[in-house]
């Protein structure tokens, strides 16, 4: 039961009627939040049926470009799965509402596993446009955290918010059909503007090895609701400073294009291999969903 500033039963409660009304009963086994110009997975759903955005209480439309701003539902590699096609940023003026609602939505669809992907700029040297990257941990540089204002606060242990296991088992998936997956540490930034390039030689200090601007209040959320969590990033420039191209959306959209078919057949493996025991942790505690 939440009683402080943010009432996560009342959002929940909301947004679990929303999706009633749009689909009835859903059990999918994953949910997949899809970044800048990787809404493609989305796209190739069969028995697709959507609900937008703007028809869920707390989400409003997305504004930025690449991000269609719906849920969908439908069959892909065999399973019933959810995608959350484009997502919102703290760069866009909304509350920890707006994450608890877009989780809530995956829960309420049955989702206990979350794959959030994202666009990113490379920090680390050997990362290059299109290499696709799985998160093994996050430095949040937002400043900002959608757990605030909840009562009691959610302590919430964030030591392993990217699902060991599950990592392993992407890994071996990588290996097997021989896509090449690189692992590396996710810096966040609030954004819109990008970085300069002393900020990224400052990222690259503390141990960052790609930068991005969402993600992280997804995976506080998904964590406080006790999800496992898979997190993917694909490279679409290499970070403010480390090239001559200057940076902007349309880069960003162009350079994930080079990256976005290894993280379909990466992810479309990863999901018809997962079954409920597959995704199911029984090792981690945290906050039911009501
Ligand atoms: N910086 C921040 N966010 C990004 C970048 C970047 O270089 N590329 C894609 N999203």
């Known amino acids: ?25 859903v059990q999918a086994t994953v949910g997949c939040i899809l970044g800048s110009g990787l809404g493609v997975i989305a796209d190739q759903l069969e028995d697709r049926r959507t609900v937008s ?17 719906q849920l ?33 939505a995956l829960r309420c669809c049955g989702v206990q596993t979350v794959i959030v992907t994202n666009a990113a700029g490379a920090i680390r040297s ?16 937002q400043f900002k955290n959608p757990l605030v204002g909840i009562a009691p606060p959610p302590f919430i242990s964030m030591d392993t918010a990217y699902d060991l296991d599950l990592r392993k088992q992407l890994l071996s998936i990588s290996a097997e059909h021989n896509l090449s997956l690189k692992e590396g540490i996710y810096c966040g930034v609030l954004g819109p503007s ?10 690259r200090t503390m141990g960052a090895d790609v930068v991005a601007m969402s993600m992280i209040p997804e995976v506080l959320i998904a964590r406080y609701f006790n999800c496992r969590v898979l997190g ?3 490279v679409s420039n290499p970070a403010a400073g480390l090239s001559d191209q200057a940076l902007g959306h349309d880069v960003t959209l162009a350079g994930v294009k080079e990256g976005r078919q290894t993280l379909v057949q990466l992810l479309s493996e990863f999901i018809q291999r997962s079954t409920p025991e597959s995704l199911t942790d ?9």
Not at 8 to 17: F, G
Not at 128 to 140: A, P, Q, R, S
């Open 1 to 25: 039961m939440s009683e402080g500033s943010v009432n996560v039963d009342q959002i929940q409660q909301a947004v679990q009627r929303a999706i009633q009304e749009a689909f009835g009963e």
């Open 53 to 69: 955005y703007a028809d869920i209480p707390y989400l409003k439309e997305s504004t930025v470009e690449g991000h269609a701003g």
């Open 72 to 104: 969908c539902v439908g069959v892909f590699a065999g399973q019933t799965i959810v995608c959350l096609q484009g997502r919102p940023h703290w760069y866009e003026g909304v509350s920890a509402e707006t994450f608890i609602a877009l989780i809530s």
């Open 126 to 141: 050997d990362l290059t446009v299109g290499d696709v990257v799985l998160i093994t941990d996050h430095i949040n540089l």
């Open 194 to 203: 990008f970085e300069t390039p002393a900020e990224i030689r400052a990222f």
């Open 232 to 234: 993917l990033s694909v």
């Open 282 to 290: 029984t090792t981690q505690k945290g906050t039911s969903f009501v």
